[in-house]
């Protein structure tokens, strides 16, 4: 199965959303906190299952700069000086497809622990 290539890629700085049109017509709204609370990084994953670290306080961040990585991925730069996250095509494609349950289930999380969207 061929996962789906972004056929366009904007980030809209004012409202801190990185808008990704994939070649199978989906086209998605990604905000910044979305991106760095969900970022492939080691920091954010772990190193194994069940490590994945819940980042919380990002309610304000922006993403600086987008750098292409060959022509499988994007890495983020965001404004906390996080940007070791490489964002392929298919975890951009399954963030944007997910969007509504991971961030539903990043709140519920973020209550469970005790913690906040602010910084």
Do not use: C
Not at 20 to 25: Q, Y
Not at 96 to 111: K, M, S, T, V
């Amino acid at each position: 199965m061929n996962m789906p290539v972004p056929v366009g890629i904007t980030l809209h700085r004012a409202s801190h959303v990185l808008e990704v049109a994939f070649d199978d017509g989906e086209v998605f709204r990604l905000p910044a906190e979305y991106l760095r609370v969900h970022s492939p990084s080691a920091e954010v994953q772990g190193h194994g299952p069940g490590q994945k670290v819940l980042v919380a306080g990002k309610i304000d961040v922006a993403i600086d700069d987008l750098v292409p990585v060959g022509n499988y991925a994007v890495l983020l730069k965001f404004s906390d000086g996080h940007q070791t996250g490489i964002f392929s095509w298919d975890v951009l494609h399954a963030l944007g497809r997910d969007h509504e349950r991971n961030w539903r289930d990043y709140l519920a999380a973020l209550e469970a622990a005790g913690r906040s969207r602010e910084a």
